[in-house]
């Protein structure tokens, strides 16, 4: 997908919502490609990304202001959670976990896949309180 017309470049929710744990070897001082000084240590076995299992979580690597303008700084490099997580909508498939980290910031849904299979994505109230600018 274009990241021209991806709302996920404006939205970063799922990344200051949910805690990113994986294999500890997908991090580059175990043959991975994760950089390891943007993780932290869970367990012998699995290590999540550094800040996504703080209160409130948010990634160090998500740079942007939620809802507005994001980006991943590893994104190249992600680990397979966020490879594998996909936004509402993708593929005409619902995401509830997407959903429920858009609501949770008071972003709405996404809406269903248009006919042409892009997504379109509802402007909200929020995104002049935020200071977020349209994008025509």
């Known amino acids: 997908m274009n990241d021209d017309g991806n709302p996920c470049m404006s939205c970063g929710a799922c990344c200051a919502l949910f805690r990113v744990s994986f294999y500890w070897a997908e991090a580059d001082d175990g043959a991975g490609r994760v950089p390891a000084a943007l993780t932290e240590p869970l367990t012998p076995f699995l290590r999540c990304m550094a800040g996504s299992n703080d209160r409130p979580p948010r ?55 248009a006919a042409q299979g892009e997504i379109i994505m509802p402007r909200s109230p929020r995104d002049d309180a935020l200071g977020c600018q349209a994008v025509d």
Do not use: K, T
């Open 59 to 113: 990634c160090r690597a998500l740079v942007g202001q939620i809802g507005c303008s994001v980006s991943c700084a590893i994104y190249a490099s992600r680990p397979s959670p966020c490879r594998e997580f996909r936004m509402s909508g993708e593929e005409g498939l619902a995401n509830a976990a997407c959903d429920r980290a858009r609501a949770h910031y008071g972003l709405p849904p996404l809406a269903p896949p």
